[in-house]
T-cell receptor, first 112, second 117 residues
Framework: GNSVTQMEGPVTLSEEAFLTINCTYT??????LFWYVQYPGEGLQLLLK?????DKGSNKGFEATYRKETTSFHLEKGSVQVSDSAVYFC???????????FGGGTRVLVKP | DTEVTQTPKHLVMGMTNKKSLKCEQH?????MYWYKQKAKKPPELMFV???????INESVPSRFSPECPNSSLLNLHLHALQPEDSALYLC????????????????FGPGTRLTVT
């Protein structure tokens, strides 16, 4: 079946540090890949997506590249801010169907 | 407008109560979803409606009863819940795929935090 594995948190960083959150997946076919962010007390917001191999999704300074050869979709940001403190979920969806498969989530804490 | 709204924001109910959660979107999406999220866990899919018809039920207990009265509204009726059902309930919507090759992102609401006493 499909599965998504993320690095466990919490990840604690200082402001302006470089952030990487690893995400690898197992799926048949060619899934679409997503990163969602959940700020404290809120629902999930779509951060970025990629629908085919070598696609790069980007938004708000975050980037992730769909790497089919390593089945990975790592999230990166060059300079984090305190406001980036949140839980980040990697997810995939097969082309057929509506189901999202989520990773376990990674909590990120950015300190001033 | 990419907003999904949910009411109420918080709900406390006893195990013998009947209550309903409501979700609304005006993006013209024809697929709507209910998820359950426990603390420090990812969301778990409960139900999917596609074109106002139930298309996925992830073996959810019958004490949870979904309803999609029209393309903009989604309800979750609750009856005889257990304390372990306390969680954040998230609604989401997306365009409904017409072809296997299509995939559309899901937009989530802020959730209803449910406490069962």
């Amino acid at each position: 079946g499909n599965s998504v594995t993320q690095m466990e948190g919490p990840v604690t960083l200082s402001e302006e540090a470089f952030l990487t959150i690893n995400c690898t997946y197992t799926a048949t076919g060619y899934p679409s890949l997503f990163w969602y962010v959940q700020y404290p007390g809120e629902g999930l917001q779509l951060l970025l997506k990629a629908t085919k191999a070598d696609d790069k999704g980007s938004n708000k300074g975050f980037e992730a590249t769909y790497r089919k050869e390593t089945t990975s979709f790592h999230l990166e940001k060059g300079s984090v801010q305190v406001s980036d403190s949140a839980v980040y979920f990697c997810a995939l969806r097969r082309a057929a169907g509506n189901k999202l498969t989520f990773g376990g989530g990674t909590r990120v804490l950015v300190k001033p | 407008d990419t907003e999904v709204t949910q009411t109420p924001k918080h709900l406390v109910m006893g195990m013998t109560n009947k209550k309903s959660l409501k979700c609304e979107q005006h993006m013209g999406h024809r697929a709507m979803y209910w998820y359950k999220q426990k603390a420090k866990k990812p969301p778990e899919l409960m139900f999917v409606y596609s074109y106002e018809k139930l298309s996925i039920n992830e073996s959810v207990p019958s004490r949870f009863s979904p309803e999609c009265p029209n393309s903009s509204l989604l309800n979750l009726h609750l009856h005889a819940l257990q304390p372990e059902d306390s969680a954040l309930y998230l609604c989401a919507s997306s365009q409904a795929p017409y072809r296997r090759s299509e995939t559309y992102e899901q937009y989530f609401g802020p959730g209803t935090r449910l406490t069962v006493t």
